[in-house]
T-cell receptor, first 114, second 110 residues
Framework: DTAVSQTPKYLVTQMGNDKSIKCEQN?????MYWYKQDSKKFLKIMFS???????INETVPNRFSPKSPDKAHLNLHINSLELGDSAVYFC?????????????FGNGTRLTVT | KNEVEQSPQNLTAQEGEFITINCSYS?????LHWLQQHPGGGIVSLFM???GKKKHGRLIATINIQEKHSSLHITASHPRDSAVYIC????????????FGKGTLLTVNP
């Protein structure tokens, strides 16, 4: 009965490849997020979707494309992977944005680009 | 300069000690979150507060909106409290954007 699940947990791939990370939440939340945690453990928002609609799109290369087929899923597709994309990516969800409800995080996907 | 500053960056304590982690922010906010990241990498939301004080077990979070400052206290610390504690602020608007501090690495020795 995992609340926010993301797959895969580990992803090792070569430069130039295209990969996807999947995220699903079963909490009935209407807002989902993708965060990137760099090697210094600093978390930064990448995208936020509310009811399948893109709300936040931070300064992220357009090689990163989120897809939300329904409000329970927010997948992240990355084209032409680069070395600098190596990081841990966290999916999260909350009800009605993070203002008045806690965030629930997935366990993270450690992406290593070689 | 990051909009959210945490101190200390690293903290080592002996089991049983009272712990305080501080968070200062430079923007007006609607809410502040405290998160805990375990050594295994998972992130858990501890508190979300916009005023006053909240308590959960041995953890206490306070916020002073006028001074733009929040503290996370751990009473009777235990080795299982060893983790990174992250402060994040929500500055309002409809974009649901959180700005994170760089985290405080807490190590509690037995």
């Amino acid at each position: 009965d995992t609340a926010v699940s993301q797959t895969p947990k580990y992803l090792v791939t070569q430069m130039g490849n295209d990969k996807s990370i999947k995220c699903e939440q079963n909490l009935g939340h209407d807002t989902m997020y993708w965060y990137k945690q760099d090697s210094k453990k600093f978390l930064k928002i990448m995208f936020s979707y509310n009811n399948k609609e893109l709300i936040i799109n931070e300064t992220v290369p357009n090689r990163f494309s989120p897809k939300s087929p329904d409000k329970a899923h927010l997948n992240l597709h990355i084209n032409s992977l680069e070395l600098g994309d190596s990081a841990v990516y966290f999916c999260a969800s909350s009800q009605a944005g993070s203002y008045n409800s806690p965030l629930h995080f997935g366990n993270g996907t450690r992406l290593t680009v070689t | 300069k990051n909009e959210v500053e945490q101190s200390p960056q690293n903290l080592t304590a002996q089991e049983g000690e009272f712990i305080t982690i501080n968070c200062s922010y430079s923007v007006g906010i609607s809410a502040l979150h405290w998160l805990q990241q375990h050594p295994g990498g998972g992130i858990v939301s501890l508190f979300m507060l916009s005023s006053g004080k909240k308590k959960h077990g041995r953890l206490i979070a306070t916020i002073n909106i006028q001074e733009k400052h929040s503290s996370l206290h751990i009473t009777a610390s235990h080795p299982r409290d060893s983790a990174v504690y992250i402060c994040a602020v929500y500055s309002g608007g409809s974009n649901y954007k959180l700005t994170f501090g760089k985290g405080t690495l807490l190590t509690v020795n037995p």
